[in-house]
């Protein structure tokens, strides 16, 4: 007996999409709420096992530095684990940007899935030749290149297959549940990135730190599995079937959307290199609360760092679940507008209080704004830039455009990490510049982002999908492209 929930028994055609889908049959009866929403979690909540994959890999190279001291801390080796990860999730998120259209959304999430288990276990696992330290991390840069290849194929292929999906749900809602279950996700990965590593050195101690890093990695590969079998169930979004193209007229797709993926790509360049370059002010309020007399002899119990680690990682938690409804009731545009230019006003302010703020003597009011400053930029494009990037484009060429956006991404967040250090640079030897500088420049550009965003990005309602799929076919149309041969053909 077939137990896969199809999208849509029965289609909907664009002109008269339902409010809320209850014409949407499995076995001649309505689908419940359940049967519309799981799909758009099983395709979208990857993104956990992508948060937690990126946030944890800096907990174990901190594991790796207490084991092996400055050999590993001092080498190339700390650096090329974390930043060639990023040369992979490009890499995956462009192949299977492409993949995802030409191919199958769901075939490609099932392939991009069971490579970040095998090379996640295989990381766990690393051991190099002989036992040597340079051995051992170059087999562990090498898998978590391919983790990253993993991890970047969840991005066009899963968030796009849960935006298709979220056609069924309610209008009104749909912004909601799609950062539930992709945003949201990611945020949660991030901070379980954190809290995982303190728990299992808790549990093993610091005597068994060659035991606890392979755990925490271990962990990594256990998730994804419930993903994959969930996936096995999930078939085609309707969406897809109509609009997949047998021959793809590159020509007319970048003459029509070229200025709308420029757009989407420089405000999700700017939101990545804010967001992961940031980090490293973390360590100037932590290393306050930690060690305040900057005694060099102190040394702090990893789970404690871990434990910080966690506190900063749920700033974003609240600011993405209260972004997800202000999504649906603003709108994602209007949303990322607000968000950037809190933040950045935020930011601004940080620049004036800064010698205040950043003493041992205010350092929870370092936090507590620090924290904000972080929940606003959830708020904003970290919600709102992927259910943009993944709603802007017609069905038929999705997967490439969000995908080609999410690469550029993460290239901010890789050039954030480069860029950031000079900008520290700049302060000099004053301490106070060192931090007001950089604070100067993200402010800046979180209004320029919110510039972008509110003179150059569509305004995304509850039924752009639908919308934007008939008016890039009128488009193909006017332009002498055969639509009649779109779609799945079934015989």
Request: neutral net charge; charged residues 15%; proline residues 4%.
């Amino acid at each position: 007996m077939e137990t896969d929930i199809n999208y849509a028994e029965k289609p909907v055609k664009h002109d008269e999409a339902p409010m809320y889908a209850d014409d949407l049959l499995v076995d001649g009866v309505p689908k419940s709420f359940w049967a519309r929403a799981w799909p758009v979690f099983a395709c979208g909540a990857g993104l956990f096992s992508d948060g937690y994959l990126q946030s944890v890999i800096g907990s174990v190279t901190t594991i790796l530095s207490s084991i092996y001291g400055t050999a590993f801390s001092a080498s190339p080796a700390r650096t090329n684990i974390t930043a060639l990860t990023f040369v992979g999730t490009i890499v995956g998120m462009i192949f299977f940007g492409f993949l995802s259209d030409y191919w199958s959304r769901k075939k490609s999430l099932l392939v991009s899935t069971t490579v970040m288990i095998v090379f996640a276990a295989l990381s766990a696992g690393a051991y190099g030749a002989h036992g040597t330290l340079g051995g051992m991390t170059a087999a562990l840069t090498a898998y978590r290149v391919l983790v990253g290849v993993g991890i970047g194929g969840e991005y066009p292929a899963g968030s796009v297959a849960a935006s298709e999906a979220t056609v069924e749900l309610k209008a009104g809602t749909r912004n909601r549940w799609f950062i539930f279950a992709t945003n949201f996700q990611l945020d949660l990965g991030f901070a379980a990135g954190t809290l995982i590593p303190m728990i299992v050195v808790i549990a093993t101690t610091e005597n068994h730190l060659r035991a606890a890093w392979r755990i925490c990695l271990g962990i990594a590969a256990v998730l994804p599995i419930f993903l994959l079998i969930a996936r096995t169930k999930i078939q085609e979004p309707e969406e897809y079937n109509r609009a997949k193209m047998a021959k793809y007229p590159y020509g007319l797709i970048l003459r029509y959307y070229w200025f709308r993926l420029l757009t989407v790509c420089v405000i999700w360049f700017i939101y990545d290199m804010l967001t992961y370059s940031f980090s490293i002010f973390s360590t100037s309020w932590l290393q306050l609360i930690l060690n305040p007399t900057n005694d060099k002899n102190v040394t702090t119990p990893l789970w404690i760092t871990f434990g910080w680690g966690t506190a900063i990682n749920a700033f974003y938690i609240p600011g993405s679940f209260i972004g997800a409804f202000m999504s649906d009731w603003i709108g994602p545009k209007y949303c990322l507008v607000l968000g950037v230019t809190l933040q950045g006003t935020i930011g601004f302010i940080m620049t004036g209080i800064y010698k205040y703020l950043d003493t041992k003597a205010h350092v929870a009011g370092f936090v507590v704004i620090y924290g904000i400053f972080l929940a606003l930029g959830e708020v904003g494009p970290g919600n709102n830039i992927g259910l943009i990037a993944s709603k802007a484009s017609s069905t038929s060429v999705r997967g490439q455009f969000y995908g080609i956006a999410a690469a550029f991404g993460k290239l901010g967040g890789f050039v954030g990490n480069y860029i950031f250090p000079h900008l520290i640079a700049d302060g000099g030897s004053s301490i106070l510049k060192q931090g007001q500088i950089p604070f100067y420049f993200s402010a800046g550009m979180c209004y320029l982002s919110a510039i972008l965003a509110i003179t150059l990005l569509p305004n995304i309602n509850q039924t752009f999908i639908e919308e934007e799929d008939d008016k890039f076919k009128a488009f193909l149309e006017e332009n002498g492209y055969d639509t009649s041969t779109m779609g799945i053909k079934h015989e």
